[in-house]
Every structure is written in structure tokens, then in C-alpha cells.
């Protein structure tokens, strides 16, 4: 099976803009959740949408959306982005509530 | 809250010797831990996981040992690599047994 395909790999923004950020999970698997990763910082979650719903969400900011569609692709929107949103921002997504499996990130620098 | 934390930011060893990372979670409930490999560039690559009922687990050239009493999970790598080289995130089960909280990471450096 193929991996967990994040696209784009980076992108470079400025402040105010928005970006939308897009993964396709493993086959089969209906969960995909989404992290945030700062240099120093461990991963912080963000959301997790199972069959198109949102099932949990992180502490973070409404700037910070998602969505899920019906082949479980996710895609994640930051508006009115902001400096601090610099970062790499990772998807996972897995079977039941078993293992994550992560891809390689998108890293979005806003200047 | 809940909180999982590393105890050592950076740990370096030599080529050839043994690797423990080690890990300290704050929730007793939880019952389900894992252990990411995250080299330069990549996304965090599953190692080995653990459940609550079990005390130890091996893997290849892994083994990860869980003390519930002083809630402790540690990774032990054997015969350290060049390859090992990465920073290891611990990463424990949440309350509502759904998400993952990772912990700050060890970056793990393999000397010649």
C-alpha cells in the first residue's frame, strides 16, 4: 500500500494570507489527523476527522479548519496566517484507534 | 492535564554501544504508548508500541520497557547505528482512548 501522501512537500507565504494544505491517507483507513510540529516543540494535535466528521480538535485557534471527503482525503486550511504558523504540519492516519501513520509533512513558512 | 515529557533532550552515544531514551507520562489511565523514529526531512516512523498489560516488548534490535508504578516507558536500542541517528518521540494514548500525546522528542546522535 502506498504511504500517507502530503502535498505541497513546502510553501512560502505572507502574513494574512491563507494556505490550504492537503493529505491522502493509506487505503483503508478512515482517520486522519493533523499536527502541528515548531522547531523545539513536540507535535501538537490539531484535529482528527473520521468518515468526514470532525471527532476531536486540538487547542488551536478557528483560523485553523479542516475537512474530510468521502475517499477520507483531508484537507486543512489556515486563515489569516500569522508568523508564529510557521511550521511543519503533519498528517496521519490509521485503522480503529491503532498506530499513527505519518507522512512527510508539508513545511509552511510565512514571512 | 495531561502531559508526556522526555528526560533528556539529546542523548549521544557511540556507534556499536546500547541506547536508552526515556520517557515520563503523567496519566495512569492510559494504556496504549509508542514510540516515533523522526530523521531529518520525514514524517515520524512508528517503532514499537506497547499496551498497558504488558511490562515489555522487542522488536527488531528494539525493546521498549513500561513501569506503570512510576509511569516510565523507555526505548532501548541495541548495537546503535549511524542510521539510528533522529530525534524519538514517545507518544501516549489520551483519556478518551482517541489521540496521541507526544512527547518533546530526544535527538538521539551516533558517534564514529
Known amino acids: 500500500k502506498a504511504g500517507v501522501t502530503q502535498t505541497p512537500r513546502y510553501l512560502i507565504k505572507t502574513r494574512g494570507q491563507q494556505v490550504t494544505l492537503s493529505c491522502s491517507p493509506i487505503?483503508?483507513?478512515?482517520?486522519v489527523s493533523w499536527y502541528q510540529q515548531t522547531p523545539g516543540q513536540g507535535l501538537q494535535f490539531l484535529f482528527e476527522y473520521f468518515s468526514e466528521t470532525q471527532r476531536n480538535k486540538g487547542n488551536f485557534p478557528g483560523r485553523f479548519s479542516g475537512r474530510q471527503f468521502s475517499n477520507s482525503r483531508s484537507e486543512m486550511n489556515v486563515s489569516t496566517l500569522e508568523l508564529g504558523d510557521s511550521a511543519l504540519y503533519l498528517c496521519a492516519s490509521r485503522e480503529n484507534n491503532e498506530k499513527l501513520f505519518f507522512g512527510s509533512g508539508t513545511q509552511l513558512s510565512v514571512l | 492535564g495531561e502531559s508526556v515529557g522526555l528526560h533528556l533532550p539529546t542523548l549521544s552515544v557511540q556507534e556499536g554501544d546500547n541506547s536508552i531514551i526515556n520517557c515520563a507520562y503523567s496519566?495512569?489511565?492510559?494504556?496504549?504508548f509508542i514510540w516515533y523514529k523522526q530523521e531529518s526531512g520525514k514524517g515520524p516512523q512508528f517503532i514499537i508500541d506497547i499496551r498497558s498489560n504488558m511490562d515489555k516488548r522487542q522488536g527488531q534490535r528494539v525493546t521498549v520497557l513500561l513501569n506503570k508504578t512510576v509511569k516510565h516507558l523507555s526505548l532501548q536500542i541495541a548495537a546503535t547505528q549511524p542510521g539510528d541517528s533522529a530525534v524519538y518521540f514517545c507518544a501516549e494514548m489520551d483519556n478518551y482512548g482517541q489521540n496521541f500525546v507526544f512527547g518533546p522528542g530526544t535527538r538521539l546522535s551516533v558517534l564514529p
Open positions: 496519566n495512569s489511565a492510559s494504556d496504549y
Open positions: 487505503s483503508g483507513h478512515r482517520s
